[in-house]
């Protein structure tokens, strides 16, 4: 078969391509930076023509045009899988609702609860053999492809082709139509800036990081600079096993410090289901056999991942409560991000032999009015959504140190948890957790440090 011959029967333009569209569908898009921006655009631009088409994305870059053309949400409903910024700012003026999810179970919504009419996805360029890569994100998109009846790639020359395990690229023959974008260079994110605080926890937790454990880092700047303090550490023989690759992986790779060979799924590879990043972690990623995307079923299936021994899984949070309930994804009814893998991985590394998991947050937030608030809360507040139910966390970290949660009654855990509380709300934190009846007046409370031993 000639791969351009068919290529070219298939190639139309973005608006031919958007026009299959009817009312009432609903619409897949590609996951993080396999967004079709393109026909985005040009399906946005049917807003007056069209109700009522259901979109779902993942993670969208930037503001999705669909939802930004309808701001009666009649003609588009908007709904993603992961906020970004963007669709937290589409949530907050009531033009994006979120999908819970699992992240480990998403093509299974798929296969077996939902159903797609189009899907639209961002690809690297066709290759010789007719393949299009979809770069740097594999997760749910081959359930996505086999749920829907239609499906549109969008090619973009600037897509790194990054190596898979399996399901890493779509072939011309199970293409209705092909779009070419504009080429626009890859998405960046921006680094963000890393605090005292931050290096504070991401000492504590290097801490407790052995020779060939294998890593999972979260989003954000803390576990970046996680990265970057084990570069420059002495550990040895790490492996990767994570869902999403961020630039810090490249920094203990060049440091030698992942060598992979004591991973037992995969040894030697650097194994996860999608990346974002700079456009160095990009470069980093063409064609590099050294790393391999899997579909999200394979890399976050917690078996898969208690597989591995000394998985150690690091993540951000929200707010904590007294209880060791975690919310990474609200605060109140404001949803801010989503499930994710944060689940997948706690509840799998903490089944590795030797395994960790370890839920990061600064002791405080200061909202943009400038008020300062402990986010180790008696209660979260009504609405919080739990990530993470008391039962699966692990470790708890905080700039003032470190709390093991697992195993501890209800009293210990308030103990432990206010011994990492920014000294500020202590007090405040043990008259609610007496209150609460998860409170002991004890002489040798271990979990505190001495201004509390002092102050019980
Ligand atoms: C992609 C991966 O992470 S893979 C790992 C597994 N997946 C997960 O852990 C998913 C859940 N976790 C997450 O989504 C993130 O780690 C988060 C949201 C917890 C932290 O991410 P960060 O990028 O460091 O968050 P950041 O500090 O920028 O805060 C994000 C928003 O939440 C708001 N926020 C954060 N903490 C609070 C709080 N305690 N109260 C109210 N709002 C808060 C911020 O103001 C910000 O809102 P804005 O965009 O309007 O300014
Ligand atoms: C969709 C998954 C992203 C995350 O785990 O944060």
């Not at 994006?96 to 639209?120: F, T």
């Not at 961002?122 to 299009?132: E, H, K, L």
């Not at 998860?438 to 979990?447: A, E, N, S, V």
Request: with cysteine; net charge negative.
């Amino acid at each position: 078969m000639d791969m351009q011959a068919l290529y070219r029967t298939k190639l139309v333009s973005p608006e031919q391509a958007v026009s299959i569209v009817r009312s009432g569908q609903w619409v897949d898009y590609g996951n993080f930076l396999c967004a079709p921006l393109t026909l985005d655009a040009a399906l946005a631009k049917r807003a007056e023509e069209l109700e009522e088409v259901k979109v779902r994305a993942v993670g969208f870059p930037g503001l999705a045009a669909v939802a930004m053309a309808d701001p009666s949400g009649e003609r588009f409903i908007y709904n993603n899988w992961h906020f970004t910024g963007g669709d937290r700012i589409l949530h907050d003026k009531g033009l994006c609702s979120y999908i819970p999810i699992l992240y480990h179970e998403g093509p299974r919504y798929y296969e077996r609860d939902i159903e797609s009419d189009v899907y639209m996805v961002r690809c690297a360029s066709m290759d010789s053999n007719g393949f299009f890569n979809y770069g740097v994100a594999n997760s749910v998109q081959r359930a996505q492809i086999e749920s829907a009846r239609t499906i549109i790639v969008e090619v973009n020359s600037s897509m790194p082709v990054c190596h898979g395990g399996y399901d890493e690229a779509i072939h011309i023959s199970q293409v209705d139509f092909v779009v070419e974008s504009d080429n626009a260079p890859m998405f960046a994110l921006k680094e963000p800036a890393v605090s005292r605080e931050d290096m504070k926890i991401a000492e504590h937790v290097v801490s407790r990081i052995p020779d060939g454990a294998c890593l999972q880092l979260g989003i954000g700047g803390l576990p970046n600079a996680i990265g970057r303090m084990i570069a420059d550490s002495t550990i040895r023989d790490l492996g990767v096993h994570t869902e999403m690759l961020v630039d810090s992986y490249i920094d203990m790779y060049e440091a030698g410090r992942i060598s992979g060979r004591m991973k037992r799924d995969l040894p030697g590879k650097m194994t996860y289901t999608f990346a974002l990043g700079s456009q160095r972690l990009y470069d980093f990623l063409h064609h590099n056999p050294l790393c391999a995307s899997y579909p999200v079923d394979y890399v976050n299936a917690p078996a898969r991942i208690a597989s591995n021994p000394r998985a150690v899984s690091i993540n951000n949070a929200v707010e904590v409560d007294l209880y060791g309930q975690i919310s990474s994804e609200s605060s109140g009814i404001r949803h801010i991000s989503g499930t994710g893998g944060q689940f997948d991985f706690a509840f799998g590394c903490y089944h590795s032999e030797g395994g960790q998991s370890f839920i990061c947050l600064r002791s405080t937030t200061t909202d943009k009015q400038g008020n300062r608030k402990t986010r180790i809360r008696p209660t979260l507040e009504p609405g919080t959504i739990v990530t993470l139910p008391r039962t699966v966390t692990h470790w708890v970290v905080t700039e003032y140190g470190m709390a093991n949660l697992k195993g501890k009654s209800t009293w210990e855990r308030a103990e432990a948890l206010i011994g990492i509380a920014h000294p500020d709300y202590r007090e405040e934190l043990m008259q609610e957790a007496a209150r609460m009846n998860i409170w002991k007046r004890r002489l040798h409370p271990t979990g505190l440090s001495s201004e509390i031993r002092m102050a019980v």
